[in-house]
T-cell receptor
């Protein structure tokens, strides 16, 4: 069974640009969540999508957005990049049932560097 | 609001000795607790979870964790550490009565010395 796939693995962007990251969840998983990992702030929740709808959202500015397609694949977009957006962005998939007991499976992440 | 504390940034243990990585949590509802491990330049790998039932939970790679409701703790343990266990460990909580996302602790770096 294939795991969670994130592309690309590494990105270098310039301040002010925008970037799109992609995540393909495990087959059959309908929930995709995104997390930002930085040395200073640790792991922070960005948002969760379930059945093409945003179900939950963290405390990030509107420059961070996402979407989910009918095949459960998800993309996140960051516009007007800032140096502080440099981070490892992790995608997690799970079955999506609302009880919350299912563990999430993480991709290897996309390392974004803003210069 | 949910929160997780991992009071030790770094834990050093000799190979073959038992290890403990500590975690305490705060939630308003029923806690769903998880442990994940992260190796360099990798995503997080699931180790184990506590939802309900027995307070001692067994997981992958010989790890186990003990849920203590009165102390609001969920410490990760392994009877005999391996050098290959050296990694970054994260405790996470999800409030069963509220939200769906994880709140992660800051992480504890485990170094197992040969």
């Amino acid at each position: 069974k294939a795991g969670v796939t994130q592309t690309p693995r590494y990105l270098i962007k310039t301040r002010g640009q925008q970037v799109t990251l992609s995540c393909s969840p495990i087959s059959g998983h309908r929930s995709v969540s995104w997390y930002q990992q930085t040395p200073g702030q640790g792991l922070q929740f960005l948002f969760e999508y379930f059945s093409e709808t945003q179900r939950n959202k963290g405390n990030f500015p509107g420059r961070f957005s996402g979407r989910q397609f009918s095949n459960s694949r998800s993309e996140m977009n960051v516009s007007t990049l800032e140096l502080g957006d440099s981070a490892l962005y992790l995608c997690a998939s799970r079955t999506g049932e609302r009880t919350g007991i299912a563990e999430a499976f993480f991709g290897q992440g996309t390392r974004l560097t803003v210069v | 609001a949910q929160s997780v504390a991992q009071p030790e940034d770094q834990v050093n243990v000799a190979e073959g000795n038992p290890l403990t990585v500590k975690c305490t949590y705060s939630v308003s509802g029923n806690p769903y607790l998880f442990w994940y491990v992260q190796y360099p330049n990798r995503g997080l790998q699931f180790l184990l979870k506590y939802i309900t039932g027995d307070n001692l939970v067994k997981g992958s790679y010989g790890f186990e964790a003990e849920f203590n409701k009165s102390q609001t703790s969920f410490h990760l343990k392994k009877p005999s550490a391996l050098v290959s266990d050296s990694a970054l460990y994260f405790c996470a909580v999800r409030d069963g009565n509220y939200g769906q996302n994880f709140v992660f602790g800051p992480g504890t770096r485990l170094s197992v010395l040969p």
